[in-house]
Every structure is written in C-alpha cells, then in structure tokens.
C-alpha cells in the first residue's frame, strides 16, 4: 500500500485526483449551504411552507444521495455537473433542517430587541440577527451537512468521467487493485477529519464560547 501511495503521488494521479475532487466538494458545499439556509430560514418563518415544501424535504433527506445517480445522467450527462448536483443534494437537506430548528429556537426576545433598535423584519433582520443567533445550531448541520457531502461525491464520482478519487475507486476496482482502493479511502477519511477537527470543530467552539454555550456541551 505504501507503494502505491508513493507511486501515485510521483506520478501525480493521487494529487490530481484529489485536488479535483475536493473542488467538486467545495462547490458543491457552498451550494449547499446558501440553498439550505435559505430554506431554513423559509420554513422557520413560514408555517405554510414548513408544513408542505419542510415534510418534503425530510421525506427527501431520507433517500440515499446514489438514488439520484440515473437522474443526474439522464438529466445532465456523465460529468461533473452530475456529480455536483448529487454532492449538493446529499448536504442541502441536512443543512435546511439544522438551520430551520436553529432558526426557530431563537429567543423571541433577540427578535424584539431588533425590531425596537429599528432592524425590521427584512434581509437586514435575517443576516444581522437570525442567522448569527442560530449559529451555534447551524455548525452542527455544517459538520454533518460536510460528512453527507463526501459520501454523495465519492458516489457520484463513481459514474463520472474524467478525474476524482470515486473514479479512481472505480478503477482499483475494475483491476482489483485493494492497495489503490485503501489509499484513496484512507485519503478520504484524513481529508474529511483534517476539515472537521481543524476547521469546523473550531469554528463550532469559538461560537460556542461566544454564545457561552460551551460548557452546556461539555
């Protein structure tokens, strides 16, 4: 396996692989999050929508992200606005929840205060207001909404053209190359756990002490 690490990376597959898939990742997380935060919010002021398009979307967050694999490539071919769609989709859902029950859990009082210091009930209310008052509830959906992200871009990978490590994944298996297999797998879970310990751990924490929440965690 050491071997195959080795070889990969001086022959620039594994490094190119990679960079391309994390690519892929980031754009299709920062989708993620504008969409779900958007419908978050939605559903947390709007009964009517939390009631039809919100049960929709928990129904939706249930099915398994590779379940849109024959969608994507009807819809849009074998290439990488597939695979961002289907990335996208597999943390847009958990994303959409986590900032609907962050947003519904704000102290009424935060809302008050606003509305008295002259905020009103718009955009200005939303990004001044909301949406730093559920922050400590939205990081959760963040970390989990970045995990689901990986799953459905290893997934939709696996059908893509061009590169990626679920294409490379494809082809370890294709010539049942376990050393290949494991190398990407083990580059998989220091990428996803790298990110979440020294980026989103800390960004929770640090809201968490700002809200004065942390020792409620511990």
Known sequence: MLQAFYDGFVHGQLLEATIESVRRLLTAFVLSIVIGVTLGFLFARYRFLDDTIG???VALQTIPSIAWLPFAIIWFGMNDFSVIFITTLGATWTMAMSSRTGIKNIPPIYIKAAQTMGT???????YQVMVP????HMM???RVAWAFAWRAL?????IAKGVGLGQLLQDGRNLADTALML???IIISVLGTISDH????RMEDKILIRY???NQKK
């Not at 009103?120 to 939303?126: D, E, L, T, W």
């Not at 008052?133 to 400590?136: K, N």
């Not at 290893?154 to 696996?158: F, K, N, P």
Request: overall charge positive; aromatic content about 18%; hydrophobic content about 60%.
């Open 55 to 57: 049960f929709l979307v």
């Open 120 to 126: 009103g009930n718009g955009f200005k209310m939303f």
């Open 133 to 136: 008052a559920a922050f400590p």
């Open 140 to 142: 959760t959906g963040v």
């Open 154 to 158: 290893v997934a939709g990978e696996l």
């Open 183 to 185: 190398c990407i797998v």
């Open 198 to 201: 020294f980026c989103f751990k």
């Open 212 to 214: 004065g929440l942390a």
